[in-house]
Nanobody, 115 residues
């Protein structure tokens, strides 16, 4: 199983980025997908999640209203569209794939938001 996250980079505060996570080696629509992030010196924290068929999404308080998660089950990709980015959004962003039986993690993509 591979989860390849991409789309990170350096952006100014107020800007936007779209992260992608391409999955392979699994039956994509069997898995709920999520995004987490880890800032330097901090614990990994939940950002957003989307259920198998995109019927339900959830967001952290910090992400709510600024980030949008979506998925394309035909392409085995989950996205995180991020708007109005803030310096405190700076972190390595990880995607994961989860069922009741197992969880897989991707390698992360770095997002840096300058003030």
């Amino acid at each position: 199983v591979q989860l390849q996250a991409s789309g990170g980079g350096l952006v100014q505060a107020g800007g936007s980025l779209r992260l992608s996570c391409a999955a392979s080696g699994l039956t994509f629509d069997h898995y709920h997908m999520g995004w987490f992030r880890q800032a330097p010196g901090k614990e990994r924290e939940f950002v957003s999640a989307i259920m198998r068929y995109g019927t339900h999404t959830s967001y952290s308080d910090s992400a709510k209203g600024r980030f949008t998660i979506s998925r394309d089950n035909a392409r085995n990709v989950v996205y995180l569209q991020m708007y109005s980015l803030r310096p405190e959004d700076t972190a390595v962003y990880y995607c994961n794939a989860i069922t009741t039986a197992r969880t897989y993690w991707g390698q992360g993509t770095l997002v840096t938001v300058s003030s």
